[in-house]
């Protein structure tokens, strides 16, 4: 990994390096941001560049060579622990983090950074959904923490801010990472061979929200085929609303009775649908669209009037969706938010402007 393959986060590369420069990086860091948008990679880069044999420690560099990076590469290094939460639980396990029951303090995390480096001259922890630890987990982590020896760097990874005792905040440096650019996640999607084609990435990184990981979640296959219905229904004249009520409802229900998993699939349809009135005011705005099939340019055509009765009304439409996403961040029924949106959309698209 060089810093050319770090997206978006050249400030932050920035400040790590002058930190290393002048011998004064932290004992311990924490990268709070949104999911998917590099704290990790930023994290083992940074580990990778202090465990580099080749290059000197006050610099933001590594070789790519010596018999240190190429365990980075291949996730053996000894001196580098890393914990996060399993996909399949809310909470980080205690035992990563002080051992399991019959080893408890011998073994796990804070047990591991106690002990000498084994070939580098330190060691480094990253501890990545540093916001999903227990009361008990945070408190053990504390402990460690201050302790504070030479020869280790704990970096602290979190989401949730907020979730973070402020005991452990306090004694961390913050670092704050933001989203990425749509052309980052983008690209990135590419690079990686997540997304078949350009046109494809550029869709799904304007819906991502800066993230890599919302990105790829969208690059679900029923996700897609899900889009491609909705928004076909969306840029219809006449709009019809009962055929758009029964497909998102249908969608939704197919979820399963899961109530948080049938919000969450609400939420991408109405996201989906924005993401398809905001092309289409662009496109009535002269600009380009980025979509090359023709079906938004078609949609924005169908309105009688002039370009700005157009933007008007797409404007309406766009504020109308809106609503509907409060109202389901409310906990209202599912159903009839919809049901009422598809008669709201069917209203402005038919009213006289
Ligand atoms: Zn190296």
Request: glycine letters at 6%.
């Amino acid at each position: 990994m060089t810093t050319a393959q770090i997206r978006g986060h050249q400030s932050i590369l920035e400040m790590l390096e002058r930190a290393l420069s002048r011998g004064r990086l932290p004992h311990a860091l924490l990268f709070a941001g949104p999911i998917g948008v590099g704290k990790n990679r930023v994290a083992r880069y940074l580990a990778q560049c202090l465990f580099c044999e080749q290059t000197p420690a006050d610099q933001l560099s590594c070789c790519h060579e010596c018999s240190s990076c190429k365990q980075m590469a291949a996730e053996t290094h000894p001196d580098l622990l890393s914990v996060e939460c399993p996909p399949d639980k809310a909470i980080l396990p205690l035992s990563l983090i002080i051992g399991s029951e019959d080893k408890r303090g011998r073994e796990g995390l804070c047990y591991e950074m106690s002990l000498r480096p084994m070939t580098g001259n330190r060691r480094i922890a990253i501890i990545d959904d540093a916001d999903k630890m227990n009361a008990e987990s945070a408190n053990a982590l504390l402990k460690t923490l201050e302790e504070p020896s030479a020869n280790y760097l704990m970096i602290l990874i979190a989401s949730e801010l907020d979730a973070i005792l402020p005991t452990i905040r306090s004694r961390c440096q913050l670092i704050r990472f933001a989203e990425l650019s749509a052309p980052d996640v983008s690209d990135l999607l590419l690079e990686h061979q997540l997304a078949e084609s350009p046109d494809q990435a550029q869709q799904v990184a304007r819906l991502s929200g800066g993230s890599l990981a919302v990105a790829t979640q969208l690059l679900d296959e029923n996700l897609q085929e899900l889009r491609h219905n909705i928004t076909r229904l969306l840029g219809q004249h006449p709009f019809r609303p009962q055929a758009f009520s029964q497909a998102v409802i249908k969608a939704v229900d197919d979820i399963g009775g899961n109530t948080a998993a049938q919000r969450k699939t609400t939420h991408w349809i109405l996201r989906f649908c924005a993401d398809f009135y905001h092309q289409a005011l662009q496109s009535a705005a002269g600009y380009q669209s980025e979509l090359n099939n023709g079906q938004i340019e078609k949609f924005v055509t169908g309105f009688p009037g002039s370009a700005e009765d157009r933007i008007e009304k797409l404007g309406s439409l766009l504020d109308r969706l809106l609503e509907t996403e409060e109202q389901i961040d409310r906990n209202a029924t599912i159903s009839l938010c919809i049901e009422c949106l598809s008669e709201d959309l069917r209203a402005i698209q038919k009213s006289a402007s």
